[in-house]
């Protein structure tokens, strides 16, 4: 297992002064490092510069939004967690955030000690996953799945999968040529059963099922009502 880090470095990108300044504050309060930048683009030369643990993006920015910078950073860097923080309620923009590889999305107005448990709950998947282990590597059909690093292998082709989409596929792994249930996965990756995980879900799996193209025997079925099997004849 990869030792803790002793300061956690988040990248902290919020237009509105005052809640930039407290969440800043606060989350220094807590323990990380963060370094608050007050635009899109502010925040885009900063992730150029250093390197930084987790990523927390206001989605209305001015110069350059969240989703925009999100994307950006995504073409690089396919794993860093990213939180994104926002006014806005509606599902679609959520699930928008989740197709571009949000690791979670709290809504605005929200209580900083949810905001740090959400952090640490992220950080918990990212970067305490043992890395070492045989464990952490699986084989599913002709891929290797390397859990601890995030990794997805096929041939000479290697993926780099977002915290989130791991935990999904170990828990499809597990459950292999089973039944995974929608309420255990939820409530095991995001700590509770909703409509709005559940949408969320679905997207995660839709991605998922593109990475395991290259292998036709291997599929993802849906079972109406009840939850996914991964369906791996080679097991």
Not at 21 to 38: A, K, P, T
Not at 99 to 125: C, M, Q, S
Not at 155 to 160: A, E, I, K, L, N
Request: aromatic content about 12%.
């Amino acid at each position: 297992m990869v030792k803790k880090k002793e300061k956690i470095n988040i990248l902290l990108a919020e237009d509105d002064f005052n809640l930039g300044s407290i969440l800043q504050d606060y989350l220094e309060m807590e323990g990380f490092e963060v370094n608050l930048c007050r635009d899109g683009e502010e925040a885009h030369l900063a992730f150029k510069e250093k390197m930084y643990d987790l990523c927390i993006f206001d989605v209305m920015m001015p110069k350059k939004d969240g989703f925009t910078l999100a994307r950006e950073i995504r073409t690089n860097n396919k794993s860093i967690p990213i939180l994104f923080l926002t006014a806005k309620t509606l599902a679609d923009d959520k699930i928008h955030g989740f197709k571009i590889g949000a690791d979670d999305y709290i809504t605005k107005p929200f209580n900083e000690e949810e905001l740090v448990y959400r952090i640490r709950a992220i950080l918990k998947r990212s970067l305490l996953a043992p890395v070492d282990s045989e464990e952490s590597i699986f084989k599913i059909g002709k891929y290797t799945f390397d859990y601890g690093r995030q990794l997805l292998i096929y041939g000479q082709d290697t993926r780099r999968i977002t915290a989130r989409e791991s935990e999904i596929l170990k828990l499809l792994y597990l459950k292999r040529n089973n039944i995974l249930r929608r309420e255990e996965a939820l409530v095991a990756i995001w700590g509770e059963n909703d409509y709005f995980h559940g949408r969320s879900f679905d997207v995660f799996i839709t991605k998922l099922r593109k990475y395991l193209k290259n292998d036709s025997q291997l599929t993802i079925e849906n079972i109406h009502g009840v939850g996914f099997m991964l369906s791996d004849p080679s097991f």
